[in-house]
């Protein structure tokens, strides 16, 4: 199996001294909680898309002991209730680009005439400046291809944002330091005129002290998006630490009028980028933190808040939680679900599947996933998961509310003769019924034990 994916100590025994605390202060919660929303990785730069039931969350990928912005590729995670996220890999990569050589930094994904569009920042080979790459695919879960061959446009800033408005004219902004646009044609993928740059003003975008060159508040990371008749700009303002504000216009171009801060200074890293969605009739604050343990401002984490607007459609202060959004609805046990879809998971990571998607591994003993909010009804009678392993196996305790909760079932894991053999195991299940936050503990001898790929209840005849 490839070597795992560590966590990595900082350049500074003070620095790892830091993390050690917070680590400390974190752990009680961690298990209890479902914010940050991914746990197996570090994530940043929050996308968020509804399609079809769905929410599909892109993110950047901190990558492990990152002393700089080391990102070398993007991540695509999706969910049908808030809670339970599952983990579809790395559709896009700065080597889907032939003419990038790093940085795969914060972008946007939007869904047109079937297909998906992913506008990403990387720096341009060529150059050494960045530019805005984008990338199609016909799928929300790619994979994505390089539309065009060649950079979209190039001014060397950074973090595009797109918007397509009630009339089908479609935009991207982008900028760090300054704030630009384009109007996008029809295909996407050209754009006519030439990039605008939009004027930051203290009227539109506040007034920041102590820095002659950039006296508005505008810093990065914008986001665009309509409602009720209202165009709204979230950005991260005022680095650093960063806070997240926002301004408002009657168009999609201005004139903006600032009003305010979301998201204060908080969470452990210094830079903050947003994600605004409606879904399920609530809305969805999506952000990044260093809230997990050895997380920073260069290992962060992209957590979840519900909120509402106020009755004028301004937006109320919102802060940062370890509980996350509420659960919608509930998880049906009884069709096959995938092993990397959780609320919660310690210890375990996940790798692309022979099988297809994804799939649970580098599993130890003690390791377990939580699964929110599973609707078991009348009882579960039994329980199959997808499991291979290269070793002597081990063994999945079904649990209830708890790592250590009740247990319901046992299921042992054989040796398959390789980590992606698969076979199917089965184990009988009682007590389990009512809606129940599920664990699946993981248990055996020392080393690596398993992996599993999907699992799914069955109910008594």
């Not at 389990?432 to 599993?452: E, H, I």
Request: aromatic share 12%; with cysteine.
């Amino acid at each position: 199996m490839p070597t795992p994916l560590g966590l990595m100590p900082r350049r500074s025994l003070i620095w790892l001294l830091s993390l050690l605390c917070l680590a400390a202060v974190l752990a009680p919660t961690a298990a209890r909680a479902d914010n940050p929303v991914v746990q197996t990785i570090y994530t940043a730069d929050p996308a968020p898309l509804v399609h079809d039931g769905r929410v599909y969350l892109y993110t950047g990928h901190d990558e492990d002991g990152s002393t700089n912005f080391t990102m070398k590729d993007w991540r695509v995670f999706s969910s049908s209730d808030m809670a339970n996220w599952t983990d579809h890999g790395s559709p896009l990569s700065v080597e889907t680009f032939s003419w990038a050589s790093a940085n795969a930094w914060a972008g946007q994904v939007t869904e047109r005439n079937g297909k998906f569009y992913w506008y990403v920042p990387v720096t341009n080979a060529a150059t050494g400046r960045m530019a805005i790459g984008v990338a199609v695919a016909d799928s929300p879960l790619g994979p994505f291809q390089d539309a065009l061959g060649h950079p979209l446009v190039e001014n060397g800033e950074i973090d595009p944002t797109v918007f397509i408005d009630d009339n089908g004219q479609a935009y991207l902004y982008w900028g760090n330091p300054n704030l630009w646009y384009v109007t996008l044609n029809e295909d996407m993928t050209s754009y006519s005129g030439s990039p605008t740059r939009i004027p930051l003003t203290t009227e539109g975008f506040g007034s920041r002290t102590g820095n002659p060159d950039r006296p508005t508040l505008y810093e990065e990371g914008p986001w665009v998006y309509k409602r009720n008749g209202l165009y709204y700009m979230v950005f991260a303002a005022e680095c650093c630490s960063e806070f997240i504000a926002y301004s408002t216009a009657p168009g999609p171009t201005g004139p903006w009028t600032y009003r305010g801060t979301i998201m204060p200074r908080e969470g452990g890293s210094f830079t903050n980028h947003a994600g605004v969605v409606d879904y399920k009739g609530n809305s969805y604050f999506f952000y990044h933190n260093g809230a997990l343990p050895g997380g920073g401002g260069f290992t962060r984490s992209v957590a979840v808040e519900r909120f509402a607007y106020n009755a004028d459609g301004t937006f109320p202060t919102i802060t940062m939680s370890s509980a996350g959004a509420p659960q919608v609805g509930t998880l049906n046990p009884y069709v096959r679900q995938e092993a990397e879809t959780s609320a919660w998971a310690s210890g375990i990571e996940t790798q692309p599947s022979s099988e297809g998607g994804m799939n649970v591994g580098w599993i130890e003993n003690g390791d377990w996933i939580k699964v929110k909010g599973a609707a078991f009804r009348a009882g579960a009678a039994s329980f199959t998961a997808r499991v291979s392993s290269q070793t002597t196996g081990g063994r999945i305790e079904l649990r209830l509310d708890g790592a250590d909760g009740p247990q319901v079932g046992t299921c042992t894991v054989p040796g398959t003769g390789g980590w992606q053999t698969w076979v199917n195991v089965s184990c009988p299940v009682h007590g389990a019924a009512g809606t129940r936050n599920l664990y699946l503990k993981f248990a055996g001898g020392s080393g690596y034990l398993f992996n599993v790929n999907t699992w799914q209840f069955s109910t008594a005849p």
